[in-house]
């Protein structure tokens, strides 16, 4: 089961609502080596507009929120200072309206600059208010993992490919317990790892898989097409799943940045790759 660490100690990120609104204009969402994979617009406190890469519209979340997520990893300490981890999402899996109207799931994790956002965020969080929007930010951090021990043989390169779940593929987790722990629906979403879904090369890496303490915390987003080192994976599907769903996941850990050029950082962390054709799980 999913153990979350208890509340009020540091776990990766500060998980805060923005209550007002971030600077007007359009703004980039990047990944960890600060190159941007799309936009976003904050029409009002609830209203986004999600762009691609290239400009074009993907969609339009009529009940959005920012989420401010904390210091995440990104390849050299001046880019880690410069931005923030955030969510941008609405309920019912994120659903927007795209072009002609057509229902898209525009929920995406990025890096957006810190200076976009209004003084104060942290109003509420624990240290007190009246530390600095950096300094909160800095105090929720997932870090980019520890290099082995000893120097360590990569299984090999590996070919990455973004994992696609759909709404109905869960894990279960005791972060939130639910009322029937054996109903088919008490789980969270293995969709969550597949956003965002305008950017089919963009994908978020975790500090840890999602069967441990703190796991399933995003700390990076990576691109499908960059190099990464295979350096572990286990070795089994994960079984961590509601009854009577299939298991759809196996976890590998690697490196997402092994040619680090002086003064970058190594970027560790797990992935779930999607996987078919495994038994149901008896209850």
Same mark, same amino acid.
């Given at each position: 089961?999913?153990?979350?660490?208890?509340?009020?100690?540091?776990?990766?990120?500060?998980?805060?609502?923005?209550?007002?609104?971030?600077?007007?204009?359009?703004?980039?969402?990047?990944?960890?080596?600060?190159?941007?994979?799309?936009?976003?617009?904050?029409?009002?406190?609830?209203? &986004?507009?999600?762009?691609?890469?290239?400009?074009?519209?993907?969609?339009?979340?009529?009940?959005?929120?920012?989420?401010?997520?904390?210091?995440?990893?990104?390849?050299?300490?001046?880019?880690?200072?410069?931005?923030?981890?955030?969510?941008?999402?609405?309920?019912?899996?994120?659903?927007?309206?795209?072009?002609?109207?057509?229902?898209?799931?525009?929920?995406?994790?990025?890096?957006?600059?810190?200076?976009?956002?209004?003084?104060?965020?942290?109003?509420?969080?624990?240290?007190?208010?009246?530390?600095?929007?950096?300094?909160?930010?800095?105090?929720?951090?997932?870090?980019?993992?520890?290099?082995?021990?000893?120097?360590?043989?990569?299984?090999?390169?590996?070919?990455?490919?973004?994992?696609?779940?759909?709404?109905?593929?869960?894990?279960?987790?005791?972060?939130?317990?639910?009322?029937?722990?054996?109903?088919?629906?008490?789980? &969270?979403?293995?969709?969550? &790892?597949?956003?965002?879904?305008?950017?089919?090369?963009?994908?978020?890496?975790?500090?840890?898989?999602?069967?441990?303490?703190?796991?399933?915390?995003?700390?990076?987003?990576?691109?499908?097409?960059?190099?990464?080192?295979?350096?572990?994976?286990?070795?089994?599907?994960?079984?961590?799943?509601?009854?009577?769903?299939?298991?759809?996941?196996?976890?590998?850990?690697?490196?997402?940045?092994?040619?680090?050029?002086?003064?970058?950082?190594?970027?560790?962390?797990? &992935?779930?790759?999607?996987?078919?054709?495994?038994?149901?799980?008896?209850?």
């Amino acid at each position: 089961m999913d153990r979350g660490l208890p509340e009020g100690r540091n776990n990766g990120r500060a998980g805060r609502i923005l209550r007002r609104r971030v600077l007007p204009g359009r703004h980039e969402l990047v990944d960890s080596f600060g190159q941007p994979f799309g936009w976003f617009e904050q029409d009002s406190l609830r209203r &986004f507009r999600i762009h691609e890469e290239r400009g074009g519209r993907w969609g339009t979340l009529r009940h959005g929120q920012i989420q401010v997520q904390g210091r995440g990893c990104m390849a050299t300490r001046s880019l880690t200072d410069t931005y923030v981890l955030v969510a941008i999402y609405a309920p019912h899996y994120s659903v927007a309206r795209g072009h002609r109207r057509r229902k898209v799931d525009a929920g995406v994790r990025a890096f957006i600059r810190r200076d976009l956002l209004p003084p104060g965020v942290f109003h509420h969080s624990r240290p007190p208010s009246r530390a600095s929007n950096g300094w909160l930010i800095n105090h929720y951090r997932t870090g980019c993992g520890q290099a082995p021990p000893h120097p360590v043989e990569g299984l090999g390169s590996l070919k990455l490919s973004k994992p696609r779940y759909g709404v109905h593929q869960l894990y279960q987790g005791a972060k939130r317990p639910c009322s029937f722990p054996r109903s088919r629906w008490c789980g &969270f979403h293995y969709s969550d &790892f597949s956003h965002p879904a305008f950017a089919p090369d963009v994908m978020p890496l975790m500090s840890a898989t999602t069967g441990v303490r703190n796991g399933g915390i995003v700390r990076a987003l990576i691109r499908t097409r960059r190099p990464f080192r295979l350096l572990d994976a286990i070795g089994y599907a994960d079984p961590n799943v509601p009854c009577g769903q299939a298991r759809v996941a196996r976890w590998v850990f690697g490196d997402a940045n092994p040619d680090a050029a002086p003064g970058e950082n190594h970027i560790y962390g797990w &992935f779930p790759v999607k996987v078919h054709g495994v038994h149901r799980r008896h209850c």
